[in-house]
């Protein structure tokens, strides 16, 4: 009898890195859905059970597709929450250098500024200027310095930005 082969390598998951406040605000958000979401939706439901048939009853088939989407958010928050790292960017002691946490302020080839915070996946907020440290323009400023100029790998091409400057929170 032939031993069984190993399986496919499969990639470690991302390590889910995030700051104190993006786990409160994701515990935050677990606890609206558990304690004040779903028991409202919950109780529709039941009322909407009671009505009689319940393959026209919209608040039912509504209700019931809700409570799915709760229930898989949630699951979701409480994986996400059990794998966070919570990283304090202010006890980064190498300033000058862009990690996590960082705030780093920027020029493209085109001479647009921009500036951008280096957070975790699932506290991350574009139209805050807040981006995922996996995120092309992250993993490119990554270990760069005030001056530096790096090449950011996006879906249309190659870009190169120049960093102007990076701060850290005041701890």
Not at 1 to 9: E, F, L, N, T, V
Not at 27 to 54: T, Y
Request: hydrophobic share 35%.
């Amino acid at each position: 009898m032939r031993a069984p082969r190993p399986g496919p390598a499969t990639a470690a998951a991302p390590r889910n890195l995030i700051t104190a406040e993006g786990l409160a605000r994701m515990q935050e958000e677990l606890r609206q859905l558990r304690r004040v979401e779903r028991p409202k939706v919950v109780e529709i439901v039941s009322w909407a059970a009671g009505n009689g048939d319940r393959s026209e009853n919209g608040d039912y088939i509504y209700g019931k597709k809700r409570l799915r989407e709760i229930d898989s958010r949630m699951r979701h928050l409480l994986k996400r929450i059990e794998i966070a790292e919570v990283v304090d960017p202010n006890a980064q002691t190498n300033r000058d250098q862009v990690f996590f946490g960082a705030t780093v302020t920027y020029v493209d080839r085109h001479d647009a500024e921009r500036t951008v915070r280096i957070l975790g996946i699932d506290e991350a907020r574009i139209d805050e200027g807040e981006v995922s440290w996996i995120s092309p323009v992250a993993r490119a400023l990554m270990r760069a310095r005030e001056g530096d100029v790096v090449t950011v790998r996006t879906p249309q091409g190659e870009d190169r930005i120049e960093v102007l400057e990076i701060r850290y929170p005041d701890g």
